[in-house]
Nanobody, 113 residues
Framework: QVQVVQSGGGLVQPGGSLRLSCVVS??????????WYWYRQAPGEQRERIAT???????RYADSVKGRFTVTRDNSQNTVYLQMNNLQPEDTAVYYC?????WGQGTQVTVSS
Protein backbone atom coordinates (compact mmCIF):
# COMPACT_ATOMS: atom_id res chain seq x y z
CA GLN A 1 0.00 0.00 0.00
CA VAL A 2 1.34 3.39 -1.01
CA GLN A 3 1.15 6.28 1.45
CA VAL A 4 1.82 9.90 0.66
CA VAL A 5 2.84 12.30 3.44
CA GLN A 6 3.15 16.04 2.94
CA SER A 7 5.06 18.64 4.89
CA GLY A 8 5.70 22.33 4.64
CA GLY A 9 3.22 25.12 4.17
CA GLY A 10 2.21 27.83 6.59
CA LEU A 11 1.77 31.57 6.60
CA VAL A 12 3.87 33.85 4.40
CA GLN A 13 3.73 37.47 3.35
CA PRO A 14 3.06 38.44 -0.27
CA GLY A 15 6.20 38.04 -2.32
CA GLY A 16 7.53 35.37 -0.01
CA SER A 17 8.45 31.76 -0.67
CA LEU A 18 7.59 28.36 0.69
CA ARG A 19 8.55 24.82 -0.15
CA LEU A 20 6.26 21.86 0.16
CA SER A 21 7.52 18.30 0.36
CA CYS A 22 5.82 15.05 -0.41
CA VAL A 23 7.19 11.62 0.47
CA VAL A 24 5.75 8.37 -0.75
CA SER A 25 6.23 5.13 1.13
CA UNK A 26 5.24 1.59 0.39
CA UNK A 27 5.86 -0.59 -2.62
CA UNK A 28 7.26 1.50 -5.43
CA UNK A 29 8.90 -0.42 -8.21
CA UNK A 30 10.08 2.41 -10.42
CA UNK A 31 10.17 5.70 -8.52
CA UNK A 32 11.99 7.44 -11.34
CA UNK A 33 9.04 6.76 -13.64
CA UNK A 34 6.34 7.63 -11.17
CA UNK A 35 4.04 10.49 -12.02
CA TRP A 36 3.48 13.18 -9.43
CA TYR A 37 0.75 15.78 -9.36
CA TRP A 38 0.26 18.94 -7.32
CA TYR A 39 -3.21 20.35 -6.75
CA ARG A 40 -4.63 23.16 -4.70
CA GLN A 41 -8.08 24.05 -3.49
CA ALA A 42 -9.02 27.52 -2.36
CA PRO A 43 -12.07 28.11 -0.15
CA GLY A 44 -15.23 27.79 -2.19
CA GLU A 45 -13.32 26.75 -5.28
CA GLN A 46 -12.82 23.49 -7.12
CA ARG A 47 -9.58 21.61 -6.76
CA GLU A 48 -7.12 22.77 -9.40
CA ARG A 49 -4.16 20.87 -10.77
CA ILE A 50 -1.21 23.23 -10.78
CA ALA A 51 1.74 21.02 -11.69
CA THR A 52 2.51 17.62 -13.12
CA UNK A 53 5.78 15.73 -13.13
CA UNK A 54 5.83 12.78 -15.49
CA UNK A 55 8.80 10.54 -14.86
CA UNK A 56 11.87 12.02 -16.51
CA UNK A 57 10.10 14.70 -18.51
CA UNK A 58 10.04 18.36 -17.60
CA UNK A 59 7.24 19.32 -15.24
CA ARG A 60 4.19 21.08 -16.61
CA TYR A 61 2.52 23.98 -14.85
CA ALA A 62 -0.81 25.72 -14.87
CA ASP A 63 -0.69 29.26 -16.17
CA SER A 64 -1.60 30.53 -12.70
CA VAL A 65 1.73 29.37 -11.26
CA LYS A 66 4.04 29.17 -14.27
CA GLY A 67 7.28 31.02 -13.69
CA ARG A 68 6.78 31.12 -9.91
CA PHE A 69 6.42 27.48 -8.87
CA THR A 70 8.94 24.72 -9.54
CA VAL A 71 8.64 20.97 -9.07
CA THR A 72 11.74 18.96 -8.31
CA ARG A 73 12.16 15.32 -7.46
CA ASP A 74 14.54 13.22 -5.41
CA ASN A 75 13.82 9.74 -6.70
CA SER A 76 16.34 8.19 -4.33
CA GLN A 77 14.20 9.46 -1.44
CA ASN A 78 10.81 8.98 -3.16
CA THR A 79 10.25 12.67 -2.58
CA VAL A 80 8.87 15.49 -4.67
CA TYR A 81 9.09 19.18 -3.83
CA LEU A 82 7.04 22.19 -4.80
CA GLN A 83 9.05 25.39 -4.52
CA MET A 84 6.72 28.37 -4.49
CA ASN A 85 8.16 31.83 -5.05
CA ASN A 86 6.59 35.27 -5.24
CA LEU A 87 3.51 34.02 -3.46
CA GLN A 88 0.40 36.15 -3.67
CA PRO A 89 -2.84 36.21 -1.68
CA GLU A 90 -4.61 34.38 -4.50
CA ASP A 91 -2.26 31.44 -3.89
CA THR A 92 -3.90 30.86 -0.52
CA ALA A 93 -5.27 27.34 -0.59
CA VAL A 94 -4.88 23.82 0.68
CA TYR A 95 -2.20 22.15 -1.41
CA TYR A 96 -2.20 18.45 -2.20
CA CYS A 97 0.29 16.15 -3.80
CA UNK A 98 -0.80 13.01 -5.50
CA UNK A 99 0.60 9.88 -7.08
CA UNK A 100 -1.43 7.92 -9.62
CA UNK A 101 -3.05 6.00 -6.75
CA UNK A 102 -2.79 8.05 -3.56
CA TRP A 103 -3.38 11.56 -2.25
CA GLY A 104 -1.40 13.39 0.35
CA GLN A 105 -3.23 14.73 3.37
CA GLY A 106 -3.10 18.34 2.21
CA THR A 107 -1.29 21.30 3.70
CA GLN A 108 -2.49 24.86 4.21
CA VAL A 109 -0.69 27.74 2.52
CA THR A 110 -1.82 31.22 3.55
CA VAL A 111 -0.43 34.33 1.90
CA SER A 112 -1.29 37.45 3.83
CA SER A 113 0.29 40.61 5.13
Amino acid sequence: QVQVVQSGGGLVQPGGSLRLSCVVSGTIFTPYNMDWYWYRQAPGEQRERIATSYGHTSPRYADSVKGRFTVTRDNSQNTVYLQMNNLQPEDTAVYYCKTPTSWGQGTQVTVSS
